[in-house]
T-cell receptor, first 115, second 115 residues
Framework: EAGVAQSPRYKIIEKRQSVAFWCNPI?????LYWYQQILGQGPKLLIQ????????DSQLPKDRFSAERLKGVDSTLKIQPAKLEDSAVYLC?????????????FGPGTRLTVT | AQTVTQSQPEMSVQEAETVTLSCTYD???????LFWYKQPPSRQMILVIR??????QNATENRFSVNFQKAAKSFSLKISDSQLGDAAMYFC????????????FGKGTRLSVIA
């Protein structure tokens, strides 16, 4: 089966600009996660969806970040306006109750550089 | 809240030798899962090995094995017969046993393999 797809792979923007990332999970995976990985740190959860509903967005900076998962499949994460500290890798992962231990499968990530 | 600590920012090992990466965690839960992920420069997060907390037997996957000490909340990864392809960032991660909960990652250990 196809893995988790993300685009773009790289993005460079200036501070105060906006940017959007796209994620297509593995077919049939109801749970989708967005993680932020700042250089030198482990990934940190930003938001979790179950189908098209938000399960946990407690760590999402809602004044500038937004995310949606219309129709319970693809998801988009947006930053507006971007700050220098948003420079990071944004990882998307998906999981299914059919997977062993509800294992999460990760996409290749999007590296964002804010200048 | 659960936390994961990796106290070794960098490690190196000679090719064909054995190396152990350390991880400790803190939780008040009795049922949970622990994972080791490998992240090469491509940024793709690859699952190396998993351990279910209720299992006393340490998990093994080919050259990779863990030393799980539940009382000490310790979960180390041993890589035997190290290969050049093992060079990567390694992340220890915790997940509650509740299906669909997100992963909590440590800061990672960068492993270099010397030919």
């Amino acid at each position: 089966e196809a893995g988790v797809a993300q685009s773009p792979r790289y993005k460079i923007i200036e501070k105060r600009q906006s940017v959007a990332f796209w994620c297509n999970p593995i077919s049939g995976h109801a749970t989708l996660y967005w993680y932020q990985q700042i250089l030198g740190q482990g990934p940190k959860l930003l938001i979790q969806f179950q189908n098209n509903g938000v399960v946990d967005d407690s760590q999402l900076p809602k004044d500038r970040f937004s995310a949606e998962r219309l129709k319970g499949v693809d998801s988009t994460l947006k930053i507006q306006p971007a700050k220098l500290e948003d420079s990071a890798v944004y990882l998307c992962a998906s999981s299914s109750r059919r997977a062993l231990l509800y294992e999460q499968y990760f996409g290749p990530g999007t590296r964002l550089t804010v200048t | 809240a659960q936390t994961v600590t990796q106290s070794q920012p960098e490690m190196s090992v000679q090719e064909a030798e054995t190396v152990t990466l350390s991880c400790t965690y803190d939780t008040s839960e009795s049922d949970y899962y622990l994972f080791w992920y490998k992240q090469p420069p491509s940024r793709q997060m690859i699952l190396v090995i998993r351990q279910e907390a209720y299992k006393q037997q340490n998990a093994t996957e080919n050259r990779f094995s863990v030393n799980f000490q539940k009382a000490a909340k310790s979960f180390s990864l041993k890589i035997s017969d190290s290969q050049l392809g093992d060079a990567a960032m390694y992340f220890c991660a915790y997940r509650s046993a509740t299906p669909g909960t997100p992963l909590v990652f440590g800061k990672g250990t960068r492993l270099s393999v010397i030919a």
